[in-house]
């Protein structure tokens, strides 16, 4: 991924919302994403790409319609800013659209706009651990520390073998030294 790549998805073409067909891919508005993304830690489409989805559905008066919008980020993309890790918004947005010459849409407001929901999703990323100096570092050390108890207990004595000076003890006592023997007459 070369800097100044703004697409955050690992898959592009991998992002989906069940019952919708993609429409366009829209390119970020700001040449500065990265001095901005430090100033608001939001991801939206002024920074990165976005892709516009199409859903059609008929709507009446007090219905609703939910959609899941499913893919993979990239880490990728946060690390050409120059963080490991990072904890910023991703920002979805949906609005109604219509064709205005058919239907008219009724709002309490006085403009008679759809409305535009935003949806922040907060999104952290993070460094995947990597254990394998911590590992070595305590197979090492656990080394170092038997070896040196195991020195310990040899300057100690505790691995002579008693045997010889049992050995030494009997044969200075000689057999039948330390007791009266009966002796043949």
């Given at each position: 991924m070369k800097l100044g790549d703004k697409n955050i998805w690992a898959d592009p073409n991998g992002i989906q919302i069940q019952g919708c067909q993609r429409d366009k891919d829209e390119e970020p508005t700001a040449t500065d994403?990265?001095?901005?993304?430090?100033?608001?830690?939001?991801?939206?489409?002024?920074?990165?790409?976005?892709?516009?989805?199409?859903?059609?559905?008929?709507?009446?008066n007090l219905d609703r319609n939910s959609y899941n919008i499913t893919g993979n980020l990239s880490s990728r993309w946060i690390e050409q800013i120059g963080l490991e890790?990072?904890?910023f918004n991703l920002v979805s947005s949906?609005?109604?659209d219509y064709d205005r010459n058919k239907y008219i849409y009724h709002s309490s407001d006085s403009k008679n706009n759809p409305p535009i929901q935003k949806i922040e999703t907060q999104v952290e990323v993070y460094p995947e651990v990597d254990f394998t100096k911590g590992v070595i570092g305590g197979v090492v050390g656990g080394l170092v520390l038997l070896a040196l108890i195991t020195a310990g207990l040899y300057k100690a004595g505790f691995f002579k073998s008693q045997y010889k000076q049992?050995?030494?003890?009997?044969?200075?006592?000689?057999?039948?030294?330390?007791g009266e023997a009966a002796s043949p007459e």
């Open positions: 994403f990265v001095g901005k993304l430090q100033k608001n830690h939001a991801v939206d489409c002024s920074v990165a790409n976005c892709g516009v989805f199409m859903c059609k559905s008929f709507i009446r890790s990072a904890q949906a609005t109604v049992m050995m030494q003890n009997t044969s200075e006592d000689g057999p039948g030294n330390g």
